[in-house]
């Protein structure tokens, strides 16, 4: 391995920073090939950087990653550390920290799309910590690509950003990733990613050091957790000063300077293309991961023993969202999970909140039950997907909002700004429903091809659930967006779900029959031979108030009619909720019953008398 020295072109560190789905990962995986830091005839999975399970089902990149690629073709051979970063606003906290390790970034805008609302969000975090973006005009290969709308459109975007002079003076590239291709003119070579590392060497800096970072003490801020089975807590961060080695005593430091522990270092682990490889020392401004903690967690300062002060942390921005989570107590609950107690939920809980700056847990007046706060129900649900993967069993309550107070008391909610691009038909539905949910219009204007674009200000709890109704308000064809605002003034009373539910009478499993019986009533939730119990919603009831019904009733058999044709009866496949939609359909006073094999819906008091006690309580109020 070539060893590199801080004062020598040798090393570069970017961070790839764009919207949903332009590009990202894609890009990476040439990078790794062109480079040679995966062979030409290695087999690599496509978007090999999206090695999470739920990251590969959904074609988004949650946690940020680590890779490197050495280029050679320079004068020197430069070593590129490359962070392959999430775009979606829920995931927001990944990016914040790993923009604070990185000394440049490549901007991917899709040429067809141009700058969307979470490229406003990406950008806005280099651009405050004071990088220079290189912009890459990403699938400027595809029919409904206009390069030039989307460049000026991206420099709006920098300007209306407060970007500095030097800021707006960015590099353009154009470029194919899938391809595997970047040029400096539109028209110009299509061969491969030349141009783009070439770009990378020039335009990003060195990784800031004074001349004697080498002697100083080690210093480090732990930027991404993980859990290693063989290897334990592993945090990786760029070394600000000093070198580190295999063996060394270290200590963390809390944000306050406080000693956290003093442990001795097990592995110093470099990224070398797709893996991470021990190595004998690192030097400052290289991105490591290291082995041996056993406290320290994201934000701490991993230093020698005579460094007293931490260093500066990034700000997060504030969790939007929260839900309660509590260990499933329904007739059924045990029977598909093997993780039940409400001990191993809250050592989970509190083990994702150390690796997750964006999410913070808190134990809920209920017993047993616990808050998770995050940054949207795609985190939220990303999280419980995962655990009932792991053999969890919960109850999720209805997401609530966190809300704040001003200085005199007020109640200030978080406002999102969300980006719908619509078919010019649908824009009235959508601008009507939105506005119904308290939202302001702030732009409309056309945006080519017969559609519209829409820029509205919306209270997030209005919000909750809605992407089910706007692709059906839109027949499918509409694109929303959603970014953090602000916290504003409460806006009042939103309409929530108009329909009531039917609930079931009994305990056992549904008949075909009585479902059949019911579907006069409303569409169904589950099929015949589901076990139910009392509580247990089965349907949804047409009118608004919710109905108790009876799904084990079995069609009376007699001697004249022990079989015959009118016992087939056939039934509307039922309306199967996807656990977010599940989350975001259920009111106040029913829960989610999240299995690793299940996901059904129930009120939170199974007994009917104890249901209309609470409601009259709570009208009292």
């Known amino acids: 391995m070539t060893q590199q020295t801080p004062h020598t072109p040798t090393l570069r560190n970017i961070a790839i920073i764009a919207h949903v789905d332009h590009g990202k990962t894609t890009l990476v995986d040439e990078m790794l090939r062109q480079s040679g830091a995966v062979q030409a005839h290695t087999a690599m999975d496509e978007r090999a950087m999206d090695s999470n399970d739920i990251e590969r089902e959904r074609g988004i990149t949650i946690l940020a990653k680590c890779t490197s690629v050495l280029w050679e073709k320079a004068e020197t051979p430069v070593r590129i550390n490359i962070v392959d970063t999430p775009g979606h606003a829920d995931f927001g906290g990944e990016v914040e920290r790993i923009l604070s390790m990185v000394d440049g970034c490549l901007l991917l805008v899709d040429a067809a799309e141009g700058p969307m609302p979470q490229t406003k969000f990406v950008l806005s975090k280099a651009l405050a910590l004071g990088l220079k973006p290189i912009v890459v005009l990403n699938k400027v290969d595809r029919p409904s690509a206009d390069s030039d709308a989307a460049l000026d459109a991206a420099f709006d975007l920098f300007a209306a950003l407060g970007a500095s002079d030097e800021q707006l003076d960015f590099p353009v590239l154009y470029a194919s990733g899938r391809d595997g291709w970047a040029s400096e003119e539109l028209d110009g070579e299509r061969k491969d990613l030349e141009p783009l590392f070439r770009a990378v060497v020039k335009h990003t800096p060195l990784p800031p050091m004074p001349s004697c970072a080498k002697d100083d003490p080690f210093c480090m801020l732990a930027t991404t957790l993980e859990a290693d089975p063989f290897l334990g807590r592993i945090l990786t961060g760029r070394i600000v000063s000093g070198i580190v080695r295999p063996g060394m005593t270290l200590k963390a430091l809390s944000n306050d300077g406080s000693e956290i522990e003093r442990v001795r270092i097990s592995k110093v682990l470099a990224f070398r293309g797709l893996h991470r490889q021990p190595v004998e020392e690192a030097l400052p401004g290289d991105i490591v991961a290291l082995a041996g903690f056993a406290k320290a967690s994201v934000a701490d300062t991993l230093c020698e023993p005579v460094v007293s002060e931490a260093l500066p942390s990034q700000p997060i921005d504030p969790p939007t969202l929260s839900i309660t989570l509590a260990p499933n107590d329904s007739p059924l609950a045990g029977r598909e999970g093997s993780k039940v107690q409400s001990r191993v939920i809250r050592e989970r809980l509190y083990r994702q909140a150390e690796g997750d700056v964006a999410i913070t847990v808190t134990e809920s007046e209920k017993r047993d039950a616990f808050e998770v706060a995050g940054r949207g129900e795609l985190q939220l649900g990303v999280l419980i997907e995962n655990m009932r993967r792991e053999g969890f069993e919960l ?227």
């Open 395 to 621: 109850a999720v309550s209805r997401p609530k909002v966190v809300t704040t107070r001003d200085d005199d008391g007020n109640v200030l909610e978080p406002i999102e700004e969300v980006t719908i691009d619509v078919d010019d038909e649908f824009t009235g539905a959508v601008i009507e429903k939105l506005t119904r949910k308290k939202a302001d219009l702030v732009e409309m204007k056309p945006s080519g091809g017969g559609k519209t674009r829409l820029v509205m200000h919306v209270p997030a709890r209005a919000l909750i659930g809605y992407h089910g109704e706007f692709m059906t308000d839109t027949r499918g064809s509409g694109i929303m967006n959603r970014i953090y605002l602000k916290h504003a003034a409460h806006k009042g009373a939103i309409e929530g779900r108009r329909n009531g539910v039917l609930i079931s009478n009994g305990d056992g499993v549904a008949v075909a029959f009585a479902l059949w019986n019911l579907e006069s009533r409303g569409p169904m939730l589950i099929s015949p031979g589901t076990k139910v119990y009392k509580g247990m919603i089965i349907g949804e009831n047409s009118k608004p108030d919710d109905l108790v019904v009876n799904p084990l009733k079995a069609k009376q058999l007699t001697n004249m009619r022990a079989s015959g044709k009118d016992e087939a009866v056939r039934l509307t496949p039922p309306k199967i909720l996807s656990l977010e939609q599940a989350i975001a359909y259920i009111n106040d006073d029913e829960l989610v019953e999240v299995t690793p094999d299940s996901i059904r819906l129930r009120k939170i008091e199974r007994e009917e008398h104890l249901r209309k006690r609470a409601k009259k309580a709570e009208a009292e109020h």
